[in-house]
């Protein structure tokens, strides 16, 4: 190990140094011999052992291990022999990320070995409609390796409110095939499989997410009515995360299923638009909004997803699949669904699903 000081900046005030890495934390270290300043400067040419460090400085290993470790706690050191692997035309298309990756990389994870996680990582999306349109761009942009995309219909001039895939020359051309095009011309790096058909059961999703083998399910489908449950249940048995988004009116949510670690979707109670597997509760204000749900099922419901609602929920879901992916944080919203009024200045609020130890479909995982 080789560790090396990411791109901070520092400046001495008297005794003290001052050491900015972001703009919002600032650290503030003793420094009265500069010693401290020394060794700062060798870790941001890279390049020496951490004994190759004590000797230049003239200190006992154990210290300057000390002060690695230190360094390391508050995200401050890479291992320079976690870098300089990529192609030069890999660095150069990841750029980006890799800036991005260097804010949560470690002594045990490099930004590289972040942006490998993705390249070797496989995605299947569930629809390629408004919210996974959107979705889409950003998994291709962050060098997801490979997708495969369910859909089942053909492009629409209703879809060009927030389906941004398709051009108006693809009116009545398929769907998926229209998506996987578009991957295919953005980063031909990118594997990506179509399959052109519709969901019709639990079954079919086991047999797709069992064959297929994604890291990640990002599903946008809204029909059938249960078909939550049905995804929720193909990946909580073969142990594939699950990340969802939509709208309803003015309210946009985002929620993902961590099979074995979260609530999954079934531990939710029982949805008030299925009045058959809901018994009605004693409190009033409950039983009132069961009553107002279930008056708003029984008319017709136009998709008001506009572009920006679609972009918002997209780039949430993305960013879910993206630590699941690479692990750079913990997942935000597994079991605690992210919602977005659209009627107050977009303020967020998180729940939390409460795990059923007797869930028939987690329960004891």
Not at 2 to 16: F, H
Not at 93 to 114: K, P, Q, V
Not at 192 to 197: G, K, L, S
Not at 235 to 253: A, E, H, K, Q, Y
Request: proline share 7%; with cysteine; glycine share 10%.
């Amino acid at each position: 190990m080789r560790p090396r000081l990411k791109d901070i900046a520092w400046e001495r005030v008297g005794d003290e140094l001052r050491l900015v890495y972001d703009p919002r934390d600032q650290l503030v270290l003793s420094d009265p011999d500069g010693t401290v300043e020394k060794l700062l400067a060798l870790l941001g040419e890279g390049g020496r052992t951490v004994a190759e460090l004590a000797d230049e400085l003239s200190l006992d290993v154990a210290d300057v291990e000390g002060a690695v470790a230190a360094f390391d706690d508050v995200s401050l050191l890479e291992d320079g022999d976690r870098l300089g692997r990529l192609e030069p035309a890999a660095a150069e298309r990841y750029f980006s990320n890799l800036a991005f990756f260097e804010s949560f990389s470690t002594l045990g994870r490099s930004r590289e070995d972040l942006q490998r996680r993705l390249r070797e990582s496989h995605v299947l999306v569930l629809g390629t409609g408004g919210l996974n349109s959107n979705t889409i761009p950003h998994l291709a942009g962050l060098g997801v390796g490979r997708m495969t995309l369910l859909d089942r219909d053909t492009v629409d001039p209703r879809n060009f409110a927030r389906q941004y895939l398709y051009r108006w020359d693809d009116i009545g051309a398929r769907k998926v095939e229209r998506a996987a095009e578009w991957v295919r011309a953005f980063d031909p790096a990118v594997e990506v499989e179509a399959i052109d058909a519709d969901v019709e059961g639990p079954e079919q999703l086991h047999e797709l997410v069992a064959r297929t083998r994604p890291d990640v399910v990002a599903s946008g489908i809204d029909r059938p009515n249960r078909i939550d449950l049905w995804v929720n249940e193909a990946c909580v048995l073969n142990d594939v995360p699950f990340v969802r988004g939509g709208i309803s009116v003015t309210t946009g949510t985002v929620w993902s299923v961590q099979p074995g670690v979260s609530a999954c979707r079934a531990c939710v109670p029982a949805d008030p638009s299925n009045p058959a597997d809901f018994d009605d509760p004693d409190d009033p204000a409950i039983a009132g909004a069961i009553a107002a749900t279930r008056l708003f099922v029984s008319k017709p419901q136009p998709n008001r997803g506009i572009g920006p609602v679609a972009g918002l929920l997209g780039a949430f879901g993305a960013f879910e699949v993206l630590r699941y992916l690479t692990g750079f944080e913990p997942p935000a919203y597994a079991g605690r669904p992210l919602s977005i009024d659209f009627a107050h200045g977009c303020a967020t609020s998180q729940d939390e699903w409460p795990r059923n130890p007797a869930c028939q479909v987690c329960g004891g995982r």
